[in-house]
């Protein structure tokens, strides 16, 4: 059986961007890596959205950069402009072609379907593959989003539409989300909040009935996507000679679901920790927000219905503290103008 420097259980996201940023910067010219990973072939299957608030290695990935976001309730609205962090959406297909292409000019590098091929005993394991068995009670970012074409020129391609709570919540958290990537194609997303639920996930009317009440007639749709996001931090015992990235590795911001850049921050820490890496830190995107995260999904979990206005008024305060705040980059005055915002005897009480 072959062996290897480095394993990396799971080629998604966290995988491959760890595997690039190793090899972009040499880590992997004396160094030899496995990667492992099921599928027959990688197409585009995702689409990663979030405010650039950190460079990141995928520039090239970015299908369109926006600079204007919308928030809508039943109630009302805002457009809400984000100038200093441009809202960015990644194609997984772009990712995946431009992250393989490189990693298959080393020749140190290597793809394999199951780990039972290699023997480990001497490498280093980097595991992307979270555990979620026994969370059926824990709530779930899940959702459905279609990319459609329309006939006519529908869409402003200026702003994206991030959260129209003003449908159907079903005593949980619904909205929906439209990517504009053009004046006629734009990927629209019907998103919960929610415990496991399967009377939830009738995504396919739910965004029927949405499109046609934004009086879209004639579509056509190019692609589907559908996933579920852990709204908890799975638990792992600490390992020798092992560490979790990507979701495994907590690095989804709970109160939010974003989880790209955390991705690549903690690419670069390995990066930059590789010789030490088995005796450094774990790293984590900051004890403050997991503490907050945790308050805010209380409160979600207990009054549902009062999300919208909540989501609604975090974005009172200035624009680029709560992308900040959001985007795990605030300081402790940006972080009071946003609590400031918030409800307070409704997160007090669930703080005990």
């Known amino acids: 059986m072959r062996e290897f420097d480095y394993v990396i259980?799971?080629?998604?996201?966290?995988?491959?961007?760890?595997?690039?940023?190793?090899?972009?910067?040499?880590?992997?010219?004396?160094?030899?890596?496995?990667?492992?990973?099921?599928?027959?072939?990688?197409?585009?299957?995702?689409?990663?959205?979030?405010?650039?608030?950190?460079?990141?290695?995928?520039?090239?990935?970015?299908?369109?950069?926006w600079k204007e976001f919308s928030i809508k309730t039943s109630s009302g609205s805002k457009i809400i402009k984000c100038d200093s962090f441009p809202y960015q959406s990644i194609d997984s297909g772009l990712f995946y072609n431009k992250v393989k292409h490189r990693l298959g000019k080393n020749?140190?590098?290597?793809?394999?379907?199951?780990?039972?091929?290699?023997?480990?005993?001497?490498?280093?394991?980097?595991?992307?593959?979270?555990?979620?068995?026994?969370?059926?009670?824990?709530?779930?970012?899940?959702f459905q989003g279609i990319e459609i074409e329309t006939t006519e020129k529908f869409f402003d391609d200026k702003i994206v539409n991030l959260m129209d709570f003003d449908c159907d919540q079903r005593n949980n958290v619904h909205f929906f989300y439209i990517l504009p990537f053009s004046k006629n194609i734009a990927m629209?997303?019907?998103?919960?909040?929610?415990?496991?639920?399967?009377?939830?996930?009738?995504?396919?009317?739910?965004?029927?009935?949405?499109?046609?009440?934004?009086?879209?007639k004639d579509y056509k749709i190019n692609f589907k996507e559908e996933g579920a996001i852990p709204l908890f931090h799975p638990k792992y015992k600490k390992e020798k000679n092992k560490i979790n990235i990507?979701?495994?590795?907590?690095?989804?911001?709970?109160?939010t679901g974003y989880t790209f850049l955390n991705i690549q921050e903690h690419s670069r820490f390995i990066r930059i920790n590789l010789e030490n890496i088995g005796n450094t830190k774990k790293y984590?995107?900051?004890?403050?927000?997991?503490?907050?995260?945790?308050?805010?999904?209380?409160?979600?979990?207990k009054h549902p219905e009062k999300m919208p206005g909540i989501f609604f008024k975090m974005f009172g305060a200035s624009y680029d503290a709560t992308i900040k705040f959001l985007s795990n980059k605030s300081n402790f005055f940006e972080d009071l103008s946003i609590i400031s915002k918030m409800p307070k005897w409704l997160f007090i009480k669930s703080i005990f």
């Open 9 to 65: 259980i799971g080629g998604g996201c966290a995988g491959l961007s760890l595997a690039y940023e190793l090899d972009i910067h040499q880590k992997l010219n004396n160094k030899t890596l496995a990667i492992i990973e099921p599928r027959e072939e990688y197409k585009r299957d995702k689409t990663w959205s979030f405010w650039k608030v950190a460079p990141h290695n995928f520039e090239d990935c970015v299908k369109k950069n």
């Open 107 to 142: 020749k140190n590098i290597k793809f394999f379907k199951n780990i039972n091929e290699l023997n480990t005993n001497n490498s280093f394991i980097f595991n992307s593959v979270p555990s979620l068995d026994g969370f059926g009670s824990n709530l779930w970012q899940h």
């Open 188 to 216: 629209i997303e019907t998103t919960w909040l929610s415990k496991e639920d399967k009377s939830l996930k009738d995504y396919d009317s739910q965004t029927k009935s949405y499109i046609n009440r934004l009086g879209i």
């Open 246 to 255: 990507g979701t495994a590795g907590g690095m989804t911001r709970l109160s």
């Open 284 to 301: 984590d995107i900051g004890k403050k927000y997991q503490f907050l995260d945790q308050i805010f999904l209380k409160v979600l979990k």
